[in-house]
């Protein structure tokens, strides 16, 4: 009977830790969920230092200028606020010692081709776009710097030798800045078309989009099955109807027992008959 008591008791006291635990998390949740869409409603600071981008203005300064810096951001990421006054300084800074570079950053969110064409899987997130020679592939470098003025102005004062292009310097033909990354930001644009039109639950863009391309190829395999064994009973049936003639068709996977099949004479060798065409040939010789 005591057993029973401390076991019950003991119950208690954990399904109550339980419930109360459960509620600081939620109310913790609901704290951060908060605090997030407070931050998202605040800007990052900007600079006239900086270019603002979107899709055209970034396809166009890719064409005109060989030295590009971009930064990756979202008003929710409380890194980006935070290094934002550093990154400042450095745009100011660089349009002074480095007229040639131009500095510039993209909201993810409103710019997904950007964020798709560049992968981009960190805030904030640094890339330096920079053309060897005129007409060359543009050589795209994760900035491996510290996140402050004085390392970047160093990183592209000749600092990025350190860092190897995406893709290698043998294989420049799939970068960002060409048809790749052309392809993989139209391929961003489309996923959220997408999500928008017709995903309906809490599934993020791009597994929705791998559920939905899994549905419709399993749909195609199905049809084009179906659609492949129908053409062909309509083709025979076609050929049946133009020579006039009862012969039932043959499919693939059936048996034609309305014709009868004439077996092949087997032909046999008579026995010693190359030991005598031997024989003659040895006689012949001698």
């Avoid at 392809?183 to 928008?196: A, M, R």
């Amino acid at each position: 009977m005591k057993i029973a008591q401390v076991f019950s008791a003991a119950l208690a006291v954990c399904t109550a830790g339980m419930w109360q635990a459960q509620a600081s998390s939620t109310q913790y949740s609901g704290e951060l969920e908060a605090e997030t869409a407070a931050k998202s409603k605040q800007l990052v600071p900007k600079s006239d230092a900086v270019i603002e981008l979107d899709k055209h203005a970034y396809l166009e300064l890719i064409k005109t200028r060989d030295n590009v810096v971009i930064e990756f951001y979202a008003n929710w990421c409380t890194a980006c606020h935070g290094l934002a006054p550093e990154f400042n300084a450095f745009a100011e800074a660089a349009r002074k010692q480095y007229p040639d570079v131009v500095v510039a950053r993209a909201n993810i969110e409103q710019v997904e081709y950007l964020s798709s064409s560049f992968m981009v899987s960190i805030l904030p997130e640094l890339v330096f776009i920079r053309r060897p020679m005129p007409g060359m592939t543009p050589e795209v470098r994760h900035i491996s710097a510290e996140f402050t003025a004085q390392a970047l102005l160093a990183y592209v004062g000749g600092g990025f030798v350190d860092d190897v292009p995406i893709g290698g310097y043998s294989s420049l033909w799939c970068t960002p800045t060409n048809m790749c990354g052309h392809v993989g930001g139209l391929l961003g644009e489309l996923v959220v078309v997408v999500d928008h039109k017709f995903n309906p639950f809490d599934i993020p863009p791009w597994s929705f989009m791998a559920i939905l391309v899994s549905v419709m190829y399993l749909v195609g395999q199905i049809s084009s099955g179906y659609l492949a064994r129908w053409l062909r009973r309509w083709y025979h049936a076609k050929i049946s109807e133009d020579e006039h003639t009862s012969v039932k068709p043959v499919m693939y996977d059936e048996y034609r027992s309305d014709t009868v099949q004439t077996p092949k004479p087997v032909t046999k060798s008579q026995p010693g008959s190359a030991t005598k065409r031997a024989k003659s040939k040895r006689s012949k010789k001698a």
